[in-house]
């Protein structure tokens, strides 16, 4: 069935580090592809989306480029900082239902 | 613009009892969605509704349950209640149909207990 498979965590960076948080979906047709961030003690929101192959989400210096040919949508940020530390999930939209990665939290050290 | 909300924020209950969980979603969104975030098990899907009716439903038992309101506000009862139902019960709002995109946005979610 539909699925979504997300990096275990933690992760523990120091400020100003490479980040990636890999995610890899399993599903038929063309879904649309999300990251969500939980920032400590706030709600889940929308950090960036994809809806078709190729397209590359951005948002507050993240980024992630959907590859239907690896079936991933990994999470890269050039330089991360403290204010990046919170559980990050990945999510896969096939037209029918959503499906939610167990979330990767982020710790950012200074 | 009022985010989604839920209520209440925490909710303790005992074995076999019902809980209500009720969310309120953003003006003009007319999709609800339920999920259940459990310790470790990330965000489980629990229920869809749009314009009143269930789109789709996750692998949960019929226990679970629902329904959506004229003005597209939405309840989540939990009938029998077991101690394994506790966690962070999740809301979300989003547009109807409008292709692919269906950004949802989550409300703080409804902390249930069960003792």
């Known amino acids: 069935g539909d699925s979504v498979t997300q990096m275990e965590g933690p992760v523990t960076l120091s400020e100003e580090a490479f980040l990636t948080i890999n995610c890899t979906y399993t599903a038929t047709g063309y879904p649309s592809l999300f990251w969500y961030v939980q920032y400590p003690g706030e709600g889940l929101q929308l950090l960036l989306k994809?809806?078709?192959?190729?397209d590359k989400g951005s948002n507050k210096g993240f980024e992630a480029t959907y590859r239907k040919e690896t079936t991933s949508f990994h999470l890269e940020k050039g330089s991360v900082q403290v204010s990046d530390s919170a559980v990050y999930f990945c999510a896969l939209y096939t037209g029918n239902q959503f499906y939610f990665g167990t979330g990767t939290s982020l710790t950012v050290i200074p | 613009e009022a985010g989604v909300t839920q209520s209440p924020t925490h909710l303790i209950k005992t074995r076999g009892q019902q809980a209500t969980l009720r969310c309120s979603p953003i003006s003009g969104h007319t999709s609800v969605y339920w999920y259940q975030q459990a310790l470790g098990l990330g965000l489980q899907f629990l229920l869809w509704y749009d314009e009143g009716e269930e789109r789709n439903r996750g692998n949960f038992p019929p226990r679970f349950s629902g329904r959506q309101f004229p003005n597209y506000s939405s309840e989540l009862n939990v009938n029998a209640l077991e101690l394994e139902d506790s966690a962070l019960y999740l809301c979300a709002s989003s547009w109807g149909d409008r292709g692919w995109s269906r950004e949802q946005f989550f409300g703080p979610g409804t902390r249930l207990t069960v003792l």
């Open positions: 994809a809806t078709k192959a190729d």
